[in-house]
């Protein structure tokens, strides 16, 4: 396999799409690419070239390649696809949709903003950005390849629901309501649903319902009163 199939296959590059250019000194440890599609050449010709883009280019950051940052740059499709590009980001959005799954996926799993920044080399402000538009409703991250559910991080003798359980969505939506004590908990639940409102995406509704899980598992000393009743939901 050629090195360029290699390195397509990595950043999920299919066809008719393929990179047209690289370089690796615009940045320190940065390689940027120019994405394009394929359109066949005529018939006195064999193989294929890239299509003149049309429309204005746009910049995403991409999965790192190793140890150095990605960005792809390329002109938006003039069809609509039906399926998200794993390259291709939202407008607006600094991450392709690979790379926000992927940072959604260390969310779910409680990693910090600072690690992430660190272990991904992104700035605060982008990663910032790009949290606040999911709990505002203004990105998605559903897929074929949806962000995968995290490994439970409760203890084992924990009292707290698993983050999978209805419940938490049923919390969220209002579906069901508790007796707070705990006004840390009446702030955050209160936030959560004015987002919860907004957010659409199924797979950041459930990015949701896993942070409000979590509180639970960090605070279970502390919301015995609370903890209460949602157990005895969570049975219903």
């Not at 066809?15 to 000194?25: E, L, Q, T, Y």
């Not at 490994?151 to 707290?160: C, G, M, R, W």
Request: charged share 20%; aromatic share 8%.
């Amino acid at each position: 396999m050629k090195p360029e199939d290699m390195l397509r296959q990595a950043l999920e590059i299919e066809a008719p799409w393929h990179i047209s250019r690289m370089r690796n000194d615009l940045g320190k440890q940065q390689i940027d690419l120019w994405i394009a599609q394929e359109a066949p050449r005529s018939a006195w010709f064999f193989g294929a070239k890239s299509s003149s883009p049309q429309g204005n280019e746009r910049i995403w950051r991409h999965v790192n390649i190793g140890k150095a940052r990605c960005i792809v740059h390329a002109v938006p499709p003039s069809a609509p696809n039906q399926q998200p590009l794993p390259w291709f980001g939202e407008t607006d959005q600094p991450f392709t949709h690979a790379l926000a799954r992927q940072i959604a996926g260390m969310f779910m799993e409680g990693v910090s903003f600072q690690a992430i920044c660190s272990l991904l080399d992104i700035p605060v402000a982008e990663l910032w950005k790009f949290k606040h538009n999911l709990d505002n409703g203004k990105a998605g991250l559903s897929s074929p390849q949806a962000v995968r559910t995290a490994p439970s991080t409760e203890p084992s003798n924990s009292a707290v629901p698993e983050a999978v359980d209805p419940v938490w969505e049923k919390l969220l939506d209002g579906s069901i309501n508790l007796d707070i004590h705990a006004l840390s908990l009446k702030l955050l639940l209160t936030k959560f649903r004015e987002q919860f409102l907004l957010i659409t995406d199924a797979d950041v509704r459930m990015l949701k319902t896993h942070e409000m899980q979590r509180y639970f598992v960090r605070h279970e000393k502390l919301l015995g009163h609370e903890l209460t009743q949602l157990v005895q939901l969570a049975g219903l």
